[in-house]
Every structure is written in structure tokens, then in C-alpha cells.
């Protein structure tokens, strides 16, 4: 009952689905004591806060039916926002929370005007001007360096009790130092999980209805007497607004903020792989994709390497599985996975396209 | 019926088609309305007044602007010229959600509904002002069982009848003060016209103004209390339902055929 609550009583609604989403939601709670090591915490660190990236860009695209390529701007206006306080006003709470705020503003303001300018018109061309908006900003970025750091971006130092010198106890549990990083860590993954559940209360919220209702057939929702418009900005703002959030954790996880971390549009490309892959339009997708894709990102190097090793007397086999070849693997299993699940993971395993 | 037909000469192009309901202006009037989809001029100044309660019929053969007419009061075509008053407020340039917003409600000839959405979720997102009214829920629901049957599946899954009988359900849920209902019966097999023509003449009961576009005769002459027929963007013709039924001369000359070979 809690937890059908606190899922706004949207469940996963299938065994596998419960049981992998749980799965991974363990994995991540206990990451620091699980899989040890600064790699793998990375690893998790950063699966949480594409979880929240990707769950808010799916607010747009699967929810609502808006594409737009504006995304990894948003990120960057958070991640920039608290970067350019930390570096200006020094490691403090203060700067965090200055930086949070301008950016979350600067990024929800800038999605209204987007939004009102462009919305109305057809999809494809919101699509080109969110795409030509956010060029413009990474080039500006690049450009502004003595306030950016230009494409060397920014490295600073965050609140002391994020910073690996804070003892939060002495002493370690299970052979782990219970040390800022941790802390940082847990930061993360509280946030992640928060404004998880944030997006899941909205897409089953009243609203979170005719946004879908817009997705499946926009002219009869006005013709119910929905203003389309309106909705469609509040979800263009809202999603800006967390995909910032997110950005924010990112800028404090890394310690440094610049254009390959968060505007590039590499990671928009990631971000659309990740919600596809997962399912479009239901937000536990955005877990699955999230971190099937970060994991292959970072582990499929190792894997093939071990293949490899294992085939090593095999004739061609092994050249296949060379370690440096591992994005075309990447890119295989791509492919394959839209092949076979075209409704992403979640759609699958749901057994309709909802 | 107290209501009475006036200015119903046939086939003289222009004339209004106005019935008296007791002196109280029409809900819906349109006057001298023209529109234009792209360069096509489909409209050509269509003067046409529904009385407040009972149930219009748009007659008239395929492309005569019967779907443009409904298209045009709910603004999802632009007037080019007339002007349409519902409720003594002017419709023209209001944007569609603002129309649907004075309560009239659009059942269209695609249906439209949600299908990726359960038929529980359409039938919520159509109470717009609110939670359902249970009572007339119920009612809904003892109209056409199968949307209770298929409550919580999505309605793409539902059959073509299902879907109809969904989003007539939908613009029902809420008491709308005008009806627009675009060829309910369109594709439909006999048995589920039967159940539709119940559930209309059912509203119709309950007092709503319901103006309909129609191929099925049979139906149209078992609902309509009055008629409008609509030829090259213009209507016709008005009267009563039943004198149109009666006089098979007239309808050969307005539809092209009678009636009766249709039944």
C-alpha cells in the first residue's frame, strides 16, 4: 500500500520488470559497499543521475510526443550554474544553492520562451529550433572562457562534506571509509530517487493524462477543451527544470563542469539511445535504459577483453572481440535491441505498447 | 413536438433554416458562414439555426460540407466569413478548447479517441471540470456495457463499435449544452446501430440539443425531430424530420433518393 503510494500507483506491472527494477535499485543503494572502489562508484553515480536525465526527457518525448534537442542544455544550465558559484564564491552551501537556483531559473525561463515561441508550430520545426538553440549555447559556452572555462570548462571545490577529506565517521563499515565521497554518493542517489518519484507523481497525475492525450491525438484534446499549448510549455519547463536538477548533481559528483560533460551533443545522443532502448513513455524505462547503456558505456571494454583472452586460440574470434573494438559492439547491440524490442525493454517486458 | 417549421421552401438557395421554439432564440445559429480549406472553397454561406433541446439532422450527399459545418462550429476550421453565435456569444476566432469550454461537445467521424490510454483514462480526461458524476457514469455505463467490460484495457484494443460507443461516452460525461455527433453509425454493423439509436434517443431524453450528421436513414428518421439538408456548401433545406420523411418526392430531389429504398 505504501509503495503503490509512493509509486503514485503506477507499478511496474510485470514480474521481470518488478524484480530487474528492484534489482537495480538495490544494486544502487548498496553500490559503495557492493562494488567497491572509486570506478564502479562513478559508474553508479552517474547511472543515477542519467536516470533523472533521461526520465525527464521522456516526460517530452514519450509522454508528450515533443522531440526536442534542447536537452543537453538544460543539464549544462544546472551543471554550469552551480559550477560558476563554486568556482566564483568558493566551496560552500550557499554557492550550491545560488548556483542551483539561477540555473534551474535560467533553464526553466529559457524552456518558457522556447516553448511559446515555437510550440505552435509544427514538431519537426520545434525539434530544428531546439536544436539550433542549443548549438548556439554550447558555441556561447565555448566562447564566454573567462566565466566557463570555455572548452577546458570549470573544476572547483564543492561543500567540504562532499570532498573526500570529510570524515563522516571514523573507522570504516564492511572495508569502506565512510568519507564525503560516500556521502556525496548518497547525495546523489537520494536526489535521483526523489525526483524520480517527483516525474512518476506527474506523468500519473491528472495533468501527466492530457499531456498522453496530447501524444495520442492533440486535435481532440482541444476539441475536449484542452488549451495544448499550455500543457505542452508546463511539461517543456518542468522537464528543463529537473533535466537542471540533474545537472546540478553532476556538476557536484565530477568536481568539474565542462562542455564534454554536459552539452555535447554526444550526450543528447545518449540521453534519446537510453529512453529508447528502455521503452518511451513509461518512466521505469528510464532506469533500465539508463543503466544498461552506462554499464555497456563503461564494462563492455573489459568484457570483450576477457572474451578475447578466453578465444585467444580461436582464428578470428578473438580480432573480433579486441577490447578497441568495442564500440561497434556498442552499436551492434543497439541495433539489436530496437530490433527486438522495438517497445524498449519496459514495453517488452510489459507485453504491450501501452 | 410544439415545434414548427417555417420558411421551409425547398431548393431556393438561401433561406435560413429557422424553427420557432417558442419565441427563445436559437442555441447555435449560423449565418451566412464560408470556409475555406486551403484554396477550396467549401462553405458557401451556410444559414442554420438549432433550437434549444431536440435533435438536428445534417442531411446531404458526400462532399455537401455536412463534416466541414461541425469542423467549423468547433473551430477546427477557420470562418472566412458569416458569423456563428451559440448562446448569444460569438464562436468566431475563439480557439477550439475555448468553444469546447462553452460546452459543446464533438463526436467526429474518426472518433479520436485515446487509444493508447484505457477507456477509464478517456472517459476521466472528458470530465475535465473534475471527478465523474457517478450517476451519470452509471447511466453511461448501463448504455453501453462493453466501456464497463473493458474499463481498464486501452481503447486501441476495443472494436470499431466499442470505440464509437467511447467517444460518444466521452462527450456525454459532462452535460453538454450542444451535442455535435459526426456519422455515429459509419461502419457499423446493424446490431450496434441499434444499441447507438437507443443511447440517442436516450439523451435526447434527457433533455440535450444534439446536432447530427447522418447516412443511415433509418436511424436518422427514428432520432431527428428536425432536418437540415446541405448541398455544395449551403443547406437546402429545413423542416420537420417527419415531413421529410413523408414526402418521398422531396427527398429524391434533395438526397437523390427516397428514403424507403433505404430501410
Known amino acids: 500500500m505504501m509503495f503503490q503510494r509512493l509509486l503514485s500507483g503506477d507499478t511496474p506491472r510485470s514480474r521481470v520488470l518488478t524484480g530487474l527494477i528492484v534489482g537495480i535499485v538495490l544494486a544502487l543503494a548498496f553500490a559503495p559497499f557492493l562494488f567497491p572502489g572509486t570506478r564502479s562508484l562513478d559508474t553508479a553515480a552517474r547511472i543515477c543521475i542519467f536516470i533523472v536525465l533521461v526520465a525527464s526527457y521522456d516526460l517530452l518525448l514519450g509522454y508528450t510526443g515533443i522531440v526536442s534537442f534542447a536537452h543537453t542544455m538544460f543539464f549544462g544550465l544546472g551543471a554550469y550554474g552551480v559550477a560558476i558559484a563554486l568556482s566564483n564564491l568558493g566551496g560552500g552551501w550557499g554557492a550550491v544553492l545560488l548556483g542551483t537556483v539561477g540555473g534551474v531559473t535560467l533553464a526553466v525561463g529559457l524552456a518558457l520562451v522556447i516553448a511559446l515561441f515555437s510550440l505552435r508550430v509544427r514538431a519537426i520545426f520545434f525539434a530544428m529550433v531546439t536544436l539550433a538553440v542549443a548549438s548556439a549555447f554550447a558555441i556561447l559556452v565555448s566562447q564566454l572562457f573567462h566565466i566557463t572555462g570555455g572548452e577546458d570548462g570549470l573544476s572547483y571545490q564543492v561543500p567540504y562534506e562532499l570532498s573526500p577529506a570529510f570524515k563522516l565517521v571514523k573507522g570504516k563499515i564492511l572495508d569502506v571509509r565512510l568519507d564525503g565521497r560516500l556521502v556525496s554518493y548518497y547525495l546523489m542517489f ?18 501527466g493524462r492530457v499531456l498522453q492525450a496530447i501524444r495520442e ?24 527544470g529537473v533535466a537542471a536538477l540533474a545537472g546540478v548533481l553532476m556538476a557536484l559528483w565530477l568536481r568539474y563542469t565542462g ?16 529512453v529508447v532502448i528502455g521503452g518511451m513513455g513509461t518512466l521505469y524505462g528510464s532506469i533500465l535504459g539508463a543503466t544498461l547503456f552506462i554499464l555497456a558505456q563503461n ?15 580461436l582464428p578470428v574470434i578473438p580480432d573480433l572481440f579486441a577490447p578497441e573494438r568495442w564500440l561497434l559492439w556498442l552499436g551492434v547491440l543497439f541495433i539489436l535491441s530496437v530490433y527486438f524490442f522495438p517497445t524498449g525493454v519496459v514495453g517488452r517486458l510489459r507485453g504491450s505498447p501501452r | 413536438m410544439s415545434r414548427t417549421a417555417t420558411e421551409t421552401s425547398p431548393r431556393t438557395g438561401h433561406q435560413t433554416a429557422s424553427h420557432t421554439t417558442n419565441g427563445r432564440p436559437p442555441l447555435l445559429r449560423l449565418s451566412g458562414v464560408h470556409t475555406h480549406i ?42 472566412s466569413a458569416g458569423e456563428i453565435t451559440f448562446a448569444g456569444d460569438r464562436l468566431n476566432g475563439l480557439k477550439t478548447p475555448d468553444i469546447a469550454r462553452k460546452s459543446i461537445a464533438h463526436v467526429p467521424e474518426t472518433m479520436g479517441i485515446f ?49 464509437q460507443m467511447l467517444a460518444i461516452a466521452r462527450a456525454v460525461i459532462e452535460p453538454a449544452r450542444l451535442l455535435l455527433i459526426d456519422e455515429p453509425t459509419k461502419g457499423l454493423a446493424p446490431a450496434i446501430v441499434g444499441a447507438l439509436t437507443e443511447a440517442i434517443r436516450q439523451l435526447k431524453g434527457f433533455g440535450a440539443t444534439i446536432l447530427m450528421v447522418e447516412q443511415n436513414f433509418a436511424m436518422a428518421k427514428a432520432v431527428g425531430d428536425t432536418v437540415a439538408v446541405m448541398d455544395s456548401g449551403r443547406i437546402v433545406h429545413a423542416g420537420s424530420m417527419a415531413d421529410l420523411a413523408e414526402d418521398t418526392a422531396l427527398q429524391e430531389g434533395l438526397l437523390g433518393f427516397s428514403m424507403e429504398m433505404h430501410q
Open chain 2, 38 to 79: 486551403a484554396q477550396y472553397h467549401i462553405l458557401q454561406g451556410v444559414d442554420l439555426e438549432i433550437p434549444e433541446g431536440g435533435l438536428t439532422m445534417l442531411l446531404g450527399r458526400n462532399g455537401a460540407g455536412k463534416t466541414t459545418t461541425m469542423r467549423t462550429i468547433m473551430g477546427l476550421w477557420k470562418v
Open chain 1, 190 to 207: 537520494l536526489s535521483a530517487a526523489g525526483l524520480f518519484l517527483l516525474l512518476l507523481r506527474v506523468v500519473n497525475s491528472p495533468f
Open chain 1, 259 to 274: 562542455p564534454e560533460t554536459t552539452l555535447s551533443l554526444d550526450i543528447m545522443v545518449d540521453i534519446l539511445l537510453m
Open chain 1, 217 to 240: 491525438n492533440g486535435f481532440r484534446a482541444e476539441a475536449i477543451g484542452y488549451t495544448t499549448v499550455h500543457y505542452r510549455a508546463i511539461a517543456t519547463c518542468l522537464s528543463a
Open chain 1, 299 to 313: 564494462y563492455l571494454k573489459e568484457v570483450m577483453d576477457l572474451i578475447a583472452q578466453a578465444t585467444v586460440g
Open chain 2, 115 to 163: 487509444g493508447g490510454l484505457t477507456v477509464r483514462e478517456n472517459m476521466v480526461l472528458a470530465a475535465r471540470t473534475g471527478p465523474m458524476d457517478e450517476d451519470r457514469l452509471r447511466w453511461i455505463l448501463d448504455l453501453f456495457p462493453s466501456l464497463e467490460k473493458f474499463w481498464n484495457a486501452p481503447a486501441g484494443a476495443l472494436s470499431g463499435g466499442q470505440k
